[in-house]
């Protein structure tokens, strides 16, 4: 299966390639933490382990379901997903998922992801990548439109997190 080589703004060498079931501990590790920092996803707690995490990881190879990792240095440093829009109307339509290792944040390793996410999701007939975050998720935000991703709405008062309530942003963009 094809990988993708990148490099991080200080010169270390990032390679993308799609996820193995040997993946799933590191998945798993890092959901749970960005769980537990409670700023960045809608999800309150931890809810999958990680034989959940691997089983995903086989369904991937049978499937249009894409997970790709990233490494530097043979560590792994974060990962994005894509998965088909429920609706058979809309199987050329993919949902994305990214989360990068705190301690790797700001390397320039989510860029790398969502290009490799691009390719990744040609090679699958995906023609529209679309996802979602909270309107205070700066990184995020700047990370997305900074790659032509298009605001094409806003849902207010959409998630109840510990902070209070934030704002979900829609975007998405055509990859054909
Ligand atoms: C959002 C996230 C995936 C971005 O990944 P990353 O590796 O930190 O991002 P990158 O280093 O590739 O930065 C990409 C862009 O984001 C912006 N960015 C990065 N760090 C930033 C910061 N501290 N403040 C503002 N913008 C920033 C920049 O525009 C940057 O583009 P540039 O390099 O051309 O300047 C990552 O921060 C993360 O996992 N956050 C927690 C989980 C999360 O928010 N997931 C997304 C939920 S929708």
Same mark, same amino acid.
């Given at each position: 299966?094809?990988?993708?080589? +990148?490099? $991080?703004?200080?010169?270390?060498? @990032?390679?993308?390639?799609?996820?193995?079931?040997?993946?799933?501990?590191?998945?798993? #590790? %890092? +959901?749970?933490?960005?769980?537990?920092?409670?700023?960045?996803?809608?999800?309150?707690?931890? %809810?999958?382990?990680?034989?959940?995490?691997?089983?995903? @990881? #086989?369904? $991937?190879?049978?499937?249009?379901?894409?997970?790709?990792?990233?490494?530097?240095?043979?560590?792994?440093?974060?990962?994005?997903?894509?998965?088909?829009?429920?609706?058979?109307?809309?199987?050329?339509?993919?949902?994305?998922?990214?989360?990068?290792?705190?301690?790797?944040?700001?390397?320039? @390793?989510?860029?790398?992801?969502?290009?490799?996410?691009?390719?990744a999701g040609r090679q699958q007939r995906y023609e529209k990548i679309t996802l979602s $975050? +909270?309107? %205070?998720?700066?990184?995020?935000?700047?990370?997305?439109?900074?790659?032509?991703?298009?605001?094409?709405?806003?849902?207010?008062?959409?998630?109840?997190?510990?902070?209070? +309530?934030?704002?979900?942003?829609?975007?998405?963009?055509? @990859?054909?």
């Amino acid at each position: 299966m094809k990988a993708w080589q +990148f490099k $991080t703004k200080d010169d270390r060498e @990032i390679l993308i390639r799609h996820a193995k079931i040997s993946d799933a501990r590191d998945l798993h #590790q %890092n +959901f749970c933490q960005v769980v537990h920092e409670s700023e960045w996803l809608p999800t309150l707690r931890p %809810n999958s382990n990680q034989a959940e995490w691997a089983e995903w @990881i #086989q369904r $991937t190879y049978g499937n249009r379901e894409i997970l790709l990792i990233a490494h530097i240095d043979a560590e792994y440093v974060g990962h994005l997903s894509l998965q088909p829009e429920e609706w058979a109307a809309s199987a050329h339509v993919a949902r994305l998922g990214i989360i990068v290792r705190k301690p790797f944040r700001g390397f320039g @390793i989510g860029k790398a992801l969502m290009v490799a996410a691009e390719d990744a999701g040609r090679q699958q007939r995906y023609e529209k990548i679309t996802l979602s $975050t +909270f309107d %205070n998720n700066a990184i995020a935000l700047s990370l997305y439109e900074s790659l032509g991703y298009r605001l094409v709405g806003k849902r207010e008062r959409h998630f109840q997190m510990p902070k209070g +309530f934030i704002d979900e942003i829609l975007m998405e963009k055509p @990859i054909v």
